[in-house]
């Protein structure tokens, strides 16, 4: 069955295509591609399919949302892109967020993200708790994950978001880049999860967990054995 997207005006999809052309120019220029690809993830994950709360409505610069946990550093994202945001009232900040999102993904090397606008803003911020913990293993991946609707391969792709960025200690605990280039999306992540532990690369307790279950390992062994984009 085919997906049922919103539909937006000339203007609103003219000021999108304009507002794309912006974020480029700041990521590329800020080499902020993995603090603003957090900032879309951090807010989309918050999605809970049994309730249809949380989500990519915007709320993620909310400050009480900001002070979650897992959210840690995300108000440098945040404060980056308001500039952005303010010469495109149009927008809402739900897509504005997720267009970054898309862009942060293009502009390291990744495929090209058909944007389907029309996200509308919500007040109400999500609990704190529904992000997925670095520290944990397969049950809470599943159980985290699992309540956003999505299934073990969309875990393991989504994972490989991790191929983009490096922990911050300040923020998570955690200290180092996942992959040698930080700043290129590509399957190295997957690559170097296989290939074991390096000296000056960090593997997490969710990144490890991915190896040792069996339909997990499976998918991470596609994804690092083939060109994906």
């Given amino acids: 069955m085919a997906k049922c997207y919103p539909t937006v005006s000339e203007e609103y999809q003219k000021a999108v295509e304009k507002c794309k052309r912006k974020l480029r120019g700041l990521i590329q220029e800020k080499h902020c591609a993995p603090i603003i690809l957090r900032v879309a993830w951090h807010s989309a994950g918050t999605f809970d399919v049994a309730t249809k709360t949380g989500g990519p409505f915007g709320t993620i610069r909310d400050p009480a949302e900001l002070t979650h946990k897992a959210n840690k550093g995300l108000e440098i994202a945040v404060r980056i892109l308001e500039p952005i945001k303010e010469q495109f009232p149009i927008l809402s900040y739900a897509d504005f967020y997720q267009l970054a999102g898309v862009v942060a993904v293009e502009v390291t090397g990744g495929p090209e993200i058909h944007f389907h606008p029309g996200r509308p803003d919500k007040e109400e911020a999500p609990p704190e708790g529904r992000l997925p913990d ?87 062994e596609t994804y690092a054995a083939v060109c994906i984009f």
């Fill in 134 to 220: 670095g520290n944990k293993g397969v049950d809470h991946l599943r159980d985290v994950f699992g309540h956003m609707g999505l299934s073990d391969k969309d875990i393991v792709a989504l994972s490989g978001g991790h191929t983009l960025g490096r922990c911050h200690k300040e923020r998570s605990g955690f200290e180092g880049p996942w992959t040698t280039n930080p700043l290129i999306f590509d399957n190295s992540y997957f690559k170097e999860l296989i290939s074991g532990e390096k000296e000056g690369l960090i593997q997490l307790p969710s990144d490890k967990a991915l190896l040792e279950d069996p339909v997990f390992r499976t998918f991470v």
